[in-house]
Every structure is written in C-alpha cells, then in structure tokens.
C-alpha cells in the first residue's frame, strides 16, 4: 500500500488559497466598516476634555470671586486660583487640586479679565485644533462667543 502525498492526513493540511484568500477579504470587510467610526472620536474627545476642563476653571474662578471679590486679574491669571497672590485678601485656595494643565493640544488656557467679549466677567478659551485664537473651532467659556 503507498499513500499519495495528495492524501496527507487532516492533521498535516495547511489552508487552501481560497480559504486564505475570503479570510482576508473578511477582514478588509470588517476594517472598511469599523476603522472610519474611530477615526474622528480623538478629536471630539480632545474637544470634550478642553470644554470639561473650561468648565473646571470657571468653578474655582467663581470660588475665588467669592472669597476675594474679584476674579483674578494681571499676569498671574489662573496661575491664582493654585497659589496666593501677595495683593488680594480672602483668598482661601488652592482652589484647583492640581498646577494649572495645558489644553489637550498643548497650549495654555488663554485667561482675560476683564474679558473683551465679557466686560463684566472674564473670557477663557483654548485656541483649539488649529492653534489659532478667535477662529471658529475655539473652545470658549459659556459667556463668550467664538468669532
């Protein structure tokens, strides 16, 4: 009796070209529906956190109003919500758990008061994506609108 090579045992045979062939296009199938859902979800949740941490900033500002009676004004800017300021009385800080973070693209927060677009209160903005203040992809504070 003589086994054919053709007739290698089930255990021995590798995939088949057509096999490997649909798996692929399986694969490419599933890659074609799911990558395009995620390609835009880094930017919005880089937009959510810059909003969420404007939000964040704008509870200690009203915390630091309080105590003091005013918001913070000058160079110092949010750097007073972490550490006392030498001219203002009542400041009960830090009113932030931690130094003041960078937005998610990695520039600072942009802090005005008074505030241009808000005489009254103050103006707080990341320039957003594109790095460029008062365009229209701004991430701004509820009083302020972007330009």
């Known amino acids: 009796m003589t086994i054919r090579p053709s007739r290698l045992p089930r255990s021995r045979r590798g995939f088949t070209l057509v096999e490997l ?3 692929l296009v399986i694969l490419g199938t599933l890659a074609a ?7 835009g979800r880094t930017e ?22 309080v105590d003091t ?13 972490v550490s006392a300021p030498s001219d203002v009385q009542g400041w009960r800080g830090p009113y932030l ?19 241009k677009s808000n005489p009254s209160g103050y103006d707080l903005r990341s320039s957003g994506p594109d790095g460029q203040t008062n365009t229209a992809d701004d991430i701004v504070n509820g009083t302020v609108s972007s330009r």
Do not use: M, N
């Open 33 to 39: 529906l799911v990558l395009p859902k995620f390609t």
């Open 97 to 115: 758990k931690s130094d003041i973070p960078v937005d998610p693209w990695g520039r600072p927060y942009l802090y005005e008061f008074p505030g």
């Open 69 to 81: 009676g005013s918001y913070p004004s000058g160079s110092g800017g949010l750097q007073s919500l």
């Open 44 to 65: 919005q949740a880089r937009i959510t956190a810059a909003q969420t941490q404007i939000a964040t900033f704008g509870t200690a500002l009203d915390a630091y109003e």
């Open 21 to 23: 062939l649909l798996v």
